[in-house]
Nanobody
Framework: QVQLVESGGGLVQPGGSLRVSCAVS????????MDWYRQAPGKQREFVAELTTDGKPKLVSSVKGRFAISRDNTKNTLYLQMNSLRPEDTAVYYC??????????WGKGTLVTVSP
């Protein structure tokens, strides 16, 4: 069974940086894509960043130039480097993996709070 476990969340001041990680375990069949979503208090979950099947990053416009997504295949870990954080980036950040044959997995999330 595939499991995703996020870590690295915490409290950071505006303008600061944080890196969240997603460790993947289990056997994944076929082609898969990993991405990050977030859910702010009282809001719907939204897409943040993705590594496409050909390894190219895709980011929502609100984080372009500030966030970067990467993956270390040797550690089976997905990262989201977040710089120049703003209070509106406060959210629970979720790791998501989906396969081209229809499987879909979510982590339980890690809380990022941006506050003075």
């Amino acid at each position: 069974q595939v499991q995703l476990v996020e870590s690295g969340g915490g409290l950071v001041q505006p303008g600061g940086s944080l890196r969240v990680s997603c460790a993947v375990s289990g056997i994944i069949s076929g082609v898969y894509v990993m991405d990050w979503y977030r859910q702010a208090p009282g809001k719907q979950r939204e897409f943040v960043a993705e590594l496409t099947t050909d390894g190219k990053p895709k980011l929502v416009s609100s984080v372009k130039g500030r966030f970067a997504i990467s993956r270390d295949n040797t550690k089976n870990t997905l990262y989201l480097q977040m710089n120049s954080l703003r209070p509106e980036d406060t959210a629970v950040y979720y790791c998501h993996l989906w396969t081209t044959d229809g499987m879909d997995y979510w982590g339980k999330g890690t809380l990022v709070t941006v506050s003075p």
